[in-house]
Nanobody, 126 residues
């Protein structure tokens, strides 16, 4: 599967932004999807993940109640709605996919994902 992330940009603190990740391939619905981010000089970190059906959703504690992950299997797309953005949300955001992840633990670990989008940059000014 190939992933194409989009929707990043420069916003002010408190603004909202919606990221999209479009996937190619007919088996998108089988893939577990995740969003990760990487700030300059920092390790890539987990943001949110969704099971193949969207029935199991996971968030990093730092974004709970602020970000929402969703997926539309008919459109081969996963979304990340980001509200009340803060300067510390500034990072390059990556979407990732893998068909084999069957536990919450594995879905939170970026090293378990085999397919990655190119990243979309989000900059939040104070």
């Amino acid at each position: 599967v190939q992933l194409q992330a989009s929707g990043g940009g420069l916003v002010q603190a408190g603004d909202s932004l919606s990221l999209s990740c479009a996937a190619s391939g007919r088996t998108f619905s089988l893939y577990r999807m995740g969003w990760f981010r990487q700030a300059p000089g920092k390790e890539r970190e987990f943001v949110a993940a969704a099971s193949w059906s969207g029935g199991f959703i996971y968030y990093a504690d730092s974004v709970k109640g602020q970000f929402t992950i969703s997926r539309d299997n008919a459109k081969n797309t996963v979304y990340l709605q980001m509200n009340s953005l803060k300067p510390e949300d500034t990072a390059v955001y990556y979407c990732a996919a893998d068909p084999r992840l069957n536990t919450a633990y594995s879905m939170l670990d970026y090293r378990r994902y085999n397919y990655w989008g190119q990243g979309t940059k989000v900059t939040v000014s104070s």
